[in-house]
């Protein structure tokens, strides 16, 4: 088992930045990929960004690529996403997932946290 809990979400206005965590317990980190997906209301959950065990390999979804940024830290248990130039429709619950690949499908990842919520303001 995995355990997952999300952390900085937040209100911000459009261009501002905020930077996500994802702190991680249980079984070990460093063997999963990890992954972010965010819902916005009446919306289906889509991938965002996910990184490999190793953090050799990112993938980005093509809405945040050049603005988002995922990073992990195995010694911390902790996974990151720096978002930056916000806009409001990046506005949704964000979610963590871990899972064996850095897949951009939410039925690829085997854990998952509660969800942080990011609203973006015009």
């Known amino acids: 088992q995995v355990q997952l809990v999300e952390s900085g979400g937040g209100l911000v206005q459009a261009g501002g930045s905020l930077r996500l965590s994802c702190a991680a317990s249980?079984?070990?980190?460093?063997?999963?990929?990890m992954g972010w997906f965010r819902q916005a209301p009446v919306k289906e959950r889509e991938f965002v960004a996910a990184?490999?065990?190793?953090?050799?390999?990112?993938y980005y979804a093509d809405s945040v690529k050049g603005r988002f940024t995922i990073s992990r830290d195995n010694a911390k248990n902790t996974v990151y996403l720096q978002m930056n130039s916000l806009k409001p429709e990046d506005t949704a619950v964000y979610y963590c997932?871990?899972?064996?690949?850095?897949?951009?499908?939410?039925?690829?990842?085997?854990?998952w946290g509660q969800g942080t919520q990011v609203t973006v303001s015009s």
């Open positions: 990184i490999s065990w190793s953090a050799a390999n990112t």
């Open positions: 997932a871990a899972g064996p690949l850095e897949y951009n499908t939410a039925a690829a990842y085997d854990y």
């Open positions: 249980g079984r070990s980190f460093s063997s999963f990929a």
